[in-house]
T-cell receptor, first 112, second 113 residues
Framework: GNSVTQMEGPVTLSEEAFLTINCTYT??????LFWYVQYPGEGLQLLLK?????DKGSNKGFEATYRKETTSFHLEKGSVQVSDSAVYFC???????????FGAGTRLFVKA | DGGITQSPKYLFRKEGQNVTLSCEQN?????MYWYRQDPGQGLRLIYY???????QKGDIAEGYSVSREKKESFPLTVTSAQKNPTAFYLC????????????FGDGTRLSIL
C-alpha cells in the first residue's frame, strides 16, 4: 500500500543553519506530494506541494523537489529562524486517490 | 475569511459519557475529514465524507460516529465505547477531486476527567 517515511526527530538547529528533512514515499503511479507544518496547539497548514516529477514546490524560503527516481520529496531551507520551530509532515495523495497519507512528522527546534 | 472552525478548543469527558466535537467550514468544500493525533504521533483517519449524507470509516472508526447533514458541518461524536479518547482531534476539508490539499481547523483537545 501507499506509505510515507520521514526522518525521526527531533531535529535541533541553531538559527541561520541549513535544514533538510528527508521524506521518501511508496506509491503507484504519480502521486501528489505535500509538506504541511503544525505550530504548537494548532492544526496543520499546507507549506508547499508538487504534483509531478521534477516539480519544485516552494514557500516561505522552504523548497522540496519531487524526485520520481528516488521516490523522495526532501524539505530544505537555507537559513532557519526560531519561528520555524514546528512539526513538519510529509504527505501524499495517490493518483486518482482521495485520502491523504501522512508521515509521522518531524519536530524541528531552532535555537537563537 | 474562509476557513474551518472547530469547537470547543478543550473538552473534558466523564466516564460513560458521549461527547460531540463540532466542525464547520465556509470554504464550500465537498470533502471533510476527522483525524486523531496522539502526542508525538502522526495523524490517523477516523472518518471522512466526500459528499453530503454520505461518509466512510477511516482507519480507526471504532468508538466514533459522524453525520453529514449539511455541506458545511461534519460533527464527530466520541462515544463511551472509545476507551482511550484522550487525544487532539483535527477536522479538515478539501475540494473534491484527486490530488487536492487539505485545509485544517485548529483542533479540539479531549481529555478524560
Amino acid at each position: 500500500g501507499n506509505s510515507v517515511t520521514q526522518m525521526e526527530g527531533p531535529v535541533t538547529l541553531s538559527e541561520e543553519a541549513f535544514l533538510t528533512i528527508n521524506c521518501t514515499y511508496t506509491a503507484t503511479g504519480y502521486p501528489s506530494l505535500f509538506w504541511y507544518v503544525q505550530y504548537p496547539g494548532e492544526g496543520l497548514q499546507l507549506l508547499l506541494k508538487a504534483t509531478k516529477a521534477d516539480d519544485k514546490g516552494s514557500n516561505k524560503g522552504f523548497e522540496a523537489t519531487y524526485r520520481k527516481e528516488t521516490t523522495s520529496f526532501h524539505l530544505e531551507k537555507g537559513s532557519v529562524q526560531v519561528s520555524d520551530s514546528a512539526v513538519y509532515f510529509c504527505a501524499l495523495i495517490s493518483t486518482g486517490g482521495f485520502k491523504t497519507i501522512f508521515g509521522a512528522g518531524t519536530r524541528l527546534f531552532v535555537k537563537a | 475569511d474562509g476557513g474551518i472552525t472547530q469547537s470547543p478548543k478543550y473538552l473534558f469527558r466523564k466516564e460513560g459519557q458521549n461527547v460531540t466535537l463540532s466542525c464547520e467550514q465556509n470554504l464550500n468544500h465537498d470533502a471533510m475529514y476527522w483525524y486523531r493525533q496522539d502526542p508525538g504521533q502522526g495523524l490517523r483517519l477516523i472518518y471522512y465524507s466526500q459528499i453530503v449524507n454520505d461518509f466512510q470509516k477511516g482507519d480507526i472508526a471504532e468508538g466514533y460516529s459522524v453525520s453529514r447533514e449539511k455541506k458545511e458541518s461534519f460533527p464527530l461524536t466520541v462515544t463511551s465505547a472509545q476507551k482511550n479518547p484522550t487525544a487532539f482531534y483535527l477536522c479538515a476539508s478539501s475540494v473534491q477531486g484527486g490530488g487536492q490539499p487539505q485545509h485544517f481547523g485548529d483542533g479540539t483537545r479531549l481529555s478524560i476527567l
